[in-house]
């Protein structure tokens, strides 16, 4: 799908979104809060509107015929919860063999609610020394984009998520489904 069709499509649903440009050709992107499959549609709308072809993780349940050549050919990768560490190690592999790539990962790791967020974007980027961004689909005010300035990692993986989990709660984003969507 060419941008401004993405573009279009995205603002006729009623969204609008910022362009970021970051200085870096790899990342990993979050996207919160993860509270609906809609929220791949609007996120991948967004990202084919700012013309960027990041990929993003989905359960490989998912990959049945046939959505799953769909999905592989939205940029989506599926990831084997019962072996993760062998689809981390993957993703990260891929990351540090390719120019450009970009992750887009939700740190919920479902869309029930949850407090207790899941660390896998921090192994990912401190294994590829890449940056992570805090990515955003606000139902409530319909914004969906990521910040250009990329949030500081430290060596501990736990602390740094906590401190995400309460930069992400003073936005006061808005899920598809509120009632699924808790910081803490």
Known sequence: MRPKTAHWLLTRMGWSHNNPNPETRKGVILGVPHTSMMDFVVSWLFARSIDSQIKVMIKKEFFFWPLGPILRGMGALPLDRANSTASMKGIIDAMKDAENFYIAICPEGTRKPIGKW???????????????????????????????????????????????????EDRKLVGKHPEKYITR
């Not at 192994?123 to 500081?152: H, N, T």
């Open 118 to 168: 899941k660390t896998g974007y921090h192994l990912i980027a401190r294994s590829v020394g890449c940056p992570v961004y805090m990515g955003y689909f606000d139902w409530g005010k319909k914004q969906v984009g990521f910040d250009e300035v990329p949030f500081e990692l430290t060596d501990n993986a736990r602390k740094d998520t906590e401190r995400l989990q309460q930069a992400y």
